[in-house]
């Protein structure tokens, strides 16, 4: 597989054409950002980090049925996936009150959430990534609603295996946002990554946040606590 020119440069990966057509390669980067990139920082091991675990979850995603852009690893920081023609919506589930729902509604932080919910969000960090609806997405052709619907049962199913599987490593999956594209056989896929940075992770005893939120509330030991969070849940590093 030839790695050609880089075709984007987002806050923590970039992404670069190769001499196949149906894919691409992703570097994770070890640039850390918080607050729609208005504060960023160089994390030692995190784009190693990151890209492992992402390996690790989208595997067992894809052992469970659920189509990711995944393919192989490359290399510590590079990974071959499928190309995706991305939707500019994110998909949120959250299982406890956290983040900018908290914010939002006034609830307690840690409330658990029976049932969970589900939330839209337009991807576009100078708005702010806005809370949207369906018919937002719907009216202003960023998906359509046969997308939005399976976009969901994916959401839905990928939070029923990862909460059994974080659960058994002694953590609670608090929130986490995905990222849907279509590949070139019309079918949705789960694309971006899944890894500490896109979702909230805590001890189930202790509550200690065991996620992005270490750097975003100045909390000191990120990568740490990211390789904490691996080593629970056996991801070769």
Known sequence: MEKREELYRGKA???YKTDDADRLILLFRNDTSAFDGKRIEQLDRKGMVNNKFNAFIMQK??????PTQ??????????????LDMIPVECVVRNYAAGSLVKRLGVEEGLKLNPYTFEL???DDAKGDPFINESHVVAFGWGTAEQLARMKELSLKVNDVLSKLFDDAGL???D????FGVFSDGSIVLGDEFSPDGCRLWDKDTKKKMDKDRFRQGLGDVIEAYEEVA???????
């Open 61 to 66: 995603l894809e052992a469970a049925g659920i």
């Open 70 to 83: 995944f393919d192989k690893l490359l290399a510590d920081n590079e990974v071959l996936v499928k190309k």
């Open 176 to 179: 986490f946002k995905l990222e």
């Open 121 to 123: 969000f337009l991807k």
């Open 172 to 174: 609670l999956l608090v």
């Open 13 to 15: 990966k970039s992404v």
């Open 231 to 237: 080593n629970r849940l056996g991801v070769p590093l």
